[in-house]
Structures are given as C-alpha cells and as structure tokens.
C-alpha cells in the first residue's frame, strides 16, 4: 500500500496553462507539505499545512496554492505556468508538526516530474 | 552563505571503502538534524537522524559538532547499494515555528 501517492506522475504542459497536482496520505498524519526539486537537485519547501495553520515560503509565486478538501489531501494548483515551473514536484507528510515541536520524519510521495514547454 | 551546505560530490569510492561526509549549517538556532537518502529519480528517504552524543546505525555513524556547526556521514564498508544521493536537514526553531531546509546533497557512487 502506497502511504504517500501523487498523480500524476509526470505532466508536460504550455506555458500559460493552469494545472493541479494530486496527494493523498494514507497514514493518518496531521501535516503535508508540498516541495519543489529543480534541474540542480536543491530541494525546496514551498508549503507546510495542517488543519491549523498553513506556511507559506515567501519565495513562492502566489501562481502557486494549496488546497486541502480534508486531512489526507493536499493538492497543488499552479496558474499561469512559467518555463521556470519546470521541476520536480514531492509531496510528504508528517505525524505532526505543531509549532516549537520537534521535526518529525517525513514520508515523501515518488514525486510529480512537470515540465513547461 | 547557504544556510546548509554540502559537498555536491561526486564521491566515487570502491565497495568495502569508508567514506566520510561533511554538511556545514549557518544558523545557530538549529534544533535538529538529519541525513535523508535519494536514490536516482526517486523520493527522499529518512536515513537516520543525528543526536548531540552521535549515534550509529549498522554501518551508519552520524555526529553532531554544534560548535562548528556542521553534521557528518560515516559509511563503513560501502556496498554498490549504498550508490545514492544523501541530503542533509536541519530544522531550525526560531519564534517557536519550525523551519525545515535540506541541503543540495551529497552525491555517493560505490563502484565494484
């Protein structure tokens, strides 16, 4: 049983388009994250979210939202893509991750390959 | 300056080598680490976590040098299946929310 799964696993699109990316947990964790990997393997945490609270990395484009219709979702929308978008986009989750609380490992979805033509 | 850093490699070592591997951090306020484990177009993965006193795990030895800021990677007796990429994490706690960041990895190639 996958515990972290995305759809799709690769998506090719236009520049200018707008497309969503798909994660489903099956492990009962509070929190899921989405992160960018690019052409240099830096990866990058766009979005943290629980059903408390959602942080935002302040670098993101507000082209990219999060939307959650309940705990063991978090979907990717992305408007207007940009040739920049092009990447490789993971989901994770985690048991909790309440503020000051310690890390907790996270389990990370085999990844959404997106490129912008 | 990154405020984690890692040697991009590629580290190209024989099988039943040690290899050693070093992440710095900038952040002082750094609570945790960890070294994750990437295989080539796959998810990362929790490889362990690193404790103040050290900690090892079978052929996995982690330590922490809080004063240096930096984290280490011990491999004793690599096996080809130890071929991979290993990112560094901290997590920084600052005005009690967290902060995750991983390093850009390490890239490790056993050859027989």
């Known amino acids: 049983d996958t515990a972290v799964s995305q759809t799709p696993k690769y998506l090719v699109t236009q520049m200018g388009n707008d497309k969503s990316i798909k994660c489903e947990q099956n492990l009962g964790h509070d929190t899921m994250y989405w992160y960018k990997q690019d052409s240099k393997k830096f990866l990058k945490i766009m979005f943290s979210?629980?059903?408390?609270?959602?942080?935002i990395n302040e670098t993101v484009p507000n082209r990219f939202s999060p939307k959650s219709p309940d705990k063991a979702h978090l979907n990717l929308h992305i408007n207007s893509l940009e040739l920049g978008d092009s990447a490789v986009y993971f989901c994770?989750?985690?048991?909790?991750?309440?503020?000051?609380?310690?890390?907790?490992?996270?389990?990370f979805g085999p990844g959404t390959r997106l490129t912008v033509l | 300056r990154k405020e984690v850093e890692q040697d991009p490699g590629p580290f190209n070592v024989p099988e039943g080598a040690t290899v050693a591997f070093n992440c710095t951090y900038s952040n002082s306020a750094s609570q945790s680490f960890f070294w994750y484990r990437q295989d080539c177009r796959k998810e990362p993965k929790l490889l362990m976590s690193?404790?103040?006193s050290g900690n090892e795990d079978g052929r996995f030895t982690a330590q922490l040098n809080r004063a240096s800021q930096y984290i280490s990677l011990l491999i004793r007796d690599s096996k080809l299946s130890d071929s991979a990429t290993y990112l560094c994490?901290?997590?920084?706690?600052?005005?009690?929310?967290?902060?995750?960041?991983f390093g850009s990895g390490t890239r490790l190639s056993i050859r027989p």
């Open positions: 979210y629980n059903n408390k609270e959602l942080i």
């Open positions: 994490v901290v997590n920084i706690l600052k005005s009690s929310a967290s902060k995750i960041i």
């Open positions: 994770a989750s985690s048991q909790d991750r309440t503020s000051g609380s310690s890390y907790n490992e996270q389990f």
């Open positions: 690193v404790y103040s």
